[in-house]
């Protein structure tokens, strides 16, 4: 059985509602004969970071796996148990098909197309409610802004949705052409937990168990948040705007304390950074609220929204079907002034995605 989420009484719009290809097969009517053949005769079975493993209690809810195919997988379900019980205003869908861990580029390519026009037959033109992110292959950044070129005028795509793994960091030029592309479009950029860079996901190698990468995704956030502003991606493109999606927030208010505190002394390293870093971080970059990682107690997230020294930072998410909270009280704290409450659970998002 699933919450009763009906006693939250007001609308929200929910930015990370997880929408999930069912399977390869699913794809296949929308690829081209060239990629179906090879699909057949490599028993290519398509992307997988495994992010989720199925055996793990957090990687989705009780009931929401479908007849047919994986939690995440089917319209009507993930209607029946977020989008109509939670009153979703706007629900942001964030596909993490992550065809950046297929080494063979024109393929990723052809899957991120694939994947994008499902979004569109199988779940926007079938949900006013609904939005997207543009799966893309960032691995190879000018195919990604073809990608981004061919989709980006399509109203219900609000964003390009990267994998916080990466082969390099989302800070380096070599990423310009996806930017370029994105903020033409006025598309965000979401940076989402996972991915399968084949590289390991610590600095010093790899780890042993699943609550060691996952606890660990915390410092690649950080890494990605460092090189977006050190290396100059704000300045190059200063109308790109940046979500963590499950990336938690508890870390965020040090971590803008240390960068300021370093950038003093060290910012003739980075002269395009005219501005302390945690100015970067509350103009252009926004975090989800679920995984929740900090007390639910209203005064301790005061605090923590006290020390972000903004309260247009955080924005509402269930994470759907993952398994963080059981209910609004677990959710969203108690004790939050109206107009803060309404700040994170739609108006922040209504304004930094422009909805």
């Known amino acids: 059985m699933t919450a009763d989420f009906t006693g939250l009484g007001r609308a929200v719009i929910d930015c990370d509602i997880h929408n999930v290809v069912t399977s390869l097969e699913t794809l296949v009517p929308y690829l081209e004969d060239h990629w179906v053949a090879y699909i057949r005769e490599s028993h290519f079975r398509g992307p997988g970071a495994n992010d989720y493993p199925g055996g793990a209690p957090t990687s989705a809810r009780k009931g929401t796996r479908p007849a047919n195919g994986p939690p995440g997988s089917d319209l009507e379900l993930t209607q029946k148990q977020v989008i109509d019980p939670w009153n979703v205003e706007v629900g942001i869908l964030t596909c993490g098909y992550w065809v950046q861990s297929v080494h063979n580029e024109d393929l990723a390519a052809s899957l991120a197309t694939a994947v994008n026009q499902w979004q569109i037959d199988h779940w926007l033109e079938k949900d006013a409610r609904l939005r997207a992110s543009l799966v893309v292959p960032s691995q190879n ?6 990608e981004i070129e061919r989709f980006g005028d399509h109203p219900g795509f609000v964003q390009v949705i990267l994998p916080v ?5 989302y800070g380096k030029s070599e990423y310009n052409p996806m930017y370029a592309a994105a903020v033409k479009h006025d598309l965000a950029i979401g940076i989402h937990f996972g991915g399968a860079s084949s590289l390991p996901p610590t600095p010093v190698g790899w780890p042993s168990t699943y609550i060691e990468e996952c606890a660990d995704m915390a410092q690649i956030f950080q890494a990605q948040v460092l090189s977006l502003i050190s290396e100059g991606a704000f300045a190059r ?65 005061l605090q923590m929204i006290g020390q972000l020294d903004s309260d247009e930072i955080l924005m509402f998410s269930t994470d759907y079907p993952h398994w963080h909270f059981d209910g609004p009280d677990d959710a969203i704290p108690k004790g939050l002034s109206d107009s803060l409450l ?8 209504r304004a930094f995605y422009g909805l």
């Not at 950044?141 to 073809?146: E, H, K, Q, S, T």
């Not at 793994?165 to 960091?169: G, H, P, Q, V, W």
């Open 141 to 146: 950044p000018i195919l990604a802004a073809r």
């Open 165 to 169: 793994r990466s082969y390099s960091l």
């Open 237 to 301: 493109f200063p109308k790109l705007r940046v979500v963590l999606i499950e990336s938690g927030f508890v870390w965020m208010p040090a971590w803008m304390w240390r960068m300021d505190k370093e950038w003093k002394g060290l910012r003739r390293d980075t002269p395009w950074v005219v501005r302390p870093p945690s100015d970067y971080v509350r103009e252009h970059i926004r975090i989800t609220l679920q995984p929740m990682d900090s007390p639910i107690n209203s005064e301790h997230l």
């Open 342 to 349: 309404e700040k994170i659970l739609r108006e922040n998002a």
